[in-house]
């Protein structure tokens, strides 16, 4: 018998409510995400600094000491292949020491992995004794080639010298100190081609007279891997504007004849923001001037080395704007970052308790002592304005 025409339109709207909800429980995401991760963690409105909420270690897997796993010698041992890197000169011996004492004290003489130290002319015999006694991990010397440091061929020197005039009028940090064109011109991209390095992965930057607060438990290096992280960054701030006139312009040509190189999920807006400071902007032709602060780098090389990179670097390298203006490292590898990387693989340390003069990074974290949490600079308070985490923390997240 034929059921009343009511019931079988119940029957059948409760069957298609069944249906769509299997669907809508089969959409679901396979795992919910933690605060602070992918896109929960964006800050779009900043009322105080994140560092003065209470952190702790970055997401699992963390590798460990357990046993002789990171005993210096152990020819088994659970280092990857990487290391820790410093260009130094011989005259900030007691610096350095102070920056390396400060990283085996935290972190390094849990993990032992080597440090690699680089300088333009060759090592005294007394920062080698006294670095070498400054840890148990295997420490190596090398030269930077010639080929690498020396101004390039196409450099005109004269142009050099009225550049310098003009932006040292300008008030640009160490435009006329040839040795400081040279430095960051290397840092950019020819680190990564010294022969030493040739068959490591993964590199830690260290400078002189930098200071690290925070215990950290476990292999950094491995954690790069594990979670497929390209590059870690620590402090981000605001370039002086005067000092990379060009470089967004040379950019933007170079990414007209390569478009292919732009990735998908890309941080061009942090790179382009005018809103925060729109002065900045300006003057630097569309660069919002954002930069990770580079003296404290954990990167994976095999970025610096792709295609996309070297013909970058290249590209800026024929136009002179390391020695014409003074394009420095940070920003090169910044742009280089926010263009050809996925902006996931970027990684702040947040829990990297770190000094270089005059910025901080202070988590809010039992494992440091020595700074003062969520403390940004202790030098005058117009610093503060030159922090720009709040631009990457807004596009980019906090992961
Ligand atoms: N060997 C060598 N290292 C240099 C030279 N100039 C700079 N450096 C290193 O490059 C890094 C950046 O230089 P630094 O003076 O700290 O610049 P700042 O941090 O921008 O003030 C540091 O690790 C220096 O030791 C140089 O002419 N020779
Ligand atoms: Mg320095």
């Given at each position: 018998?034929?059921?009343?025409?009511?019931?079988?339109?119940?029957?059948?709207?409760?069957?298609?409510?069944?249906?769509?909800?299997?669907?809508?429980?089969?959409?679901?995401?396979?795992?919910?995400?933690?605060?602070?991760?992918?896109?929960?963690?964006?800050?779009?409105?900043?009322?105080?600094?994140?560092?003065?909420?209470?952190?702790?270690?970055?997401?699992?897997?963390?590798?460990?000491?357990?046993?002789?796993?990171?005993?210096?010698?152990?020819?088994?041992?659970?280092?990857?292949?990487?290391?820790?890197?410093?260009?130094?000169?011989?005259?900030?011996?007691?610096?350095?020491?102070?920056?390396?004492?400060?990283?085996?004290?935290?972190?390094?003489?849990?993990?032992?992995?080597?440090?690699?130290?680089?300088?333009?002319?060759?090592?005294?015999?007394?920062?080698?004794?006294?670095?070498?006694?400054?840890?148990?991990?295997?420490?190596?010397?090398?030269?930077?080639?010639?080929?690498?440091?020396?101004?390039?061929?196409?450099?005109?020197?004269?142009?050099?010298?009225?550049?310098?005039?003009?932006?040292?009028?300008?008030?640009?940090?160490?435009?006329?100190?040839?040795?400081?064109?040279?430095?960051?011109?290397?840092?950019?991209?020819?680190?990564?081609?010294?022969?030493?390095?040739?068959?490591?992965?993964?590199?830690w930057r260290v400078e002189p007279k930098v200071h690290f607060?925070?215990?950290?438990?476990?292999?950094?290096?491995?954690?790069?891997?594990?979670?497929?992280?390209?590059?870690?960054?620590?402090?981000?701030?605001?370039?002086?504007?005067?000092?990379?006139?060009?470089?967004?312009?040379?950019?933007?040509?170079?990414?007209?004849?390569?478009?292919?190189?732009?990735?998908?999920?890309?941080?061009?807006?942090?790179?382009?923001?005018?809103?925060?400071?729109?002065?900045?902007?300006?003057?630097?032709?569309?660069?919002?001037?954002?930069?990770?602060?580079?003296?404290?780098?954990?990167?994976?090389?095999?970025?610096?080395?792709?295609?996309?990179?070297?013909?970058?670097?290249?590209?800026?390298?024929?136009?002179?704007?390391?020695?014409?203006?003074?394009?420095?490292?940070?920003?090169?590898?910044?742009?280089?970052?926010?263009?050809?990387?996925?902006?996931s693989k970027i990684h702040w340390f947040r829990d990297i308790?770190?000094?270089?003069?005059?910025?901080?990074?202070?988590?809010?974290?039992?494992k440091c002592k020595g700074c003062v949490t969520g403390r940004?600079?202790?030098?005058?308070?117009?610093?503060?304005?030159?922090?720009?985490?709040?631009?990457?923390?807004?596009?980019?997240?906090?992961?």
């Amino acid at each position: 018998m034929a059921l009343p025409k009511g019931i079988r339109i119940l029957a059948a709207a409760t069957l298609c409510i069944f249906f769509y909800m299997v669907v809508q429980i089969f959409k679901a995401p396979e795992s919910l995400e933690a605060p602070g991760s992918g896109k929960l963690g964006k800050l779009d409105k900043w009322t105080k600094d994140p560092q003065l909420d209470p952190s702790g270690e970055p997401p699992e897997p963390l590798r460990r000491v357990e046993g002789d796993n990171y005993e210096p010698n152990n020819p088994n041992s659970a280092r990857i292949n990487a290391t820790i890197l410093s260009l130094v000169r011989n005259e900030e011996l007691d610096d350095l020491l102070q920056s390396m004492n400060d990283l085996e004290r935290t972190w390094n003489h849990k993990f032992n992995y080597p440090w690699t130290f680089f300088n333009d002319v060759p090592f005294t015999e007394e920062f080698k004794k006294r670095t070498r006694a400054a840890t148990k991990a295997a420490v190596h010397y090398e030269i930077v080639p010639k080929e690498h440091w020396d101004v390039p061929s196409w450099i005109n020197m004269d142009l050099f010298g009225e550049s310098v005039s003009v932006l040292t009028e300008q008030k640009v940090q160490y435009m006329p100190k040839l040795s400081y064109h040279q430095m960051c011109r290397w840092n950019s991209g020819l680190f990564v081609k010294h022969p030493a390095l040739a068959h490591t992965q993964y590199y830690w930057r260290v400078e002189p007279k930098v200071h690290f607060f925070c215990d950290v438990d476990y292999d950094v290096f491995r954690w790069m891997q594990d979670h497929n992280k390209t590059y870690g960054f620590n402090i981000n701030i605001y370039d002086s504007p005067e000092s990379v006139t060009t470089l967004w312009p040379e950019t933007r040509k170079f990414m007209a004849d390569h478009p292919e190189y732009l990735k998908e999920n890309n941080a061009i807006e942090w790179l382009q923001d005018k809103e925060r400071r729109p002065g900045h902007n300006k003057l630097a032709h569309g660069y919002s001037t954002c930069h990770f602060w580079s003296n404290f780098e954990i990167g994976d090389m095999a970025f610096w080395r792709s295609q996309a990179y070297q013909d970058y670097f290249d590209h800026l390298d024929r136009a002179g704007g390391f020695f014409y203006e003074r394009w420095g490292d940070a920003p090169v590898h910044s742009i280089a970052l926010g263009l050809f990387e996925d902006k996931s693989k970027i990684h702040w340390f947040r829990d990297i308790g770190y000094q270089h003069i005059p910025f901080f990074n202070c988590p809010n974290s039992p494992k440091c002592k020595g700074c003062v949490t969520g403390r940004f600079t202790d030098g005058e308070a117009w610093l503060n304005q030159e922090d720009c985490r709040p631009l990457w923390f807004k596009y980019a997240g906090m992961d």
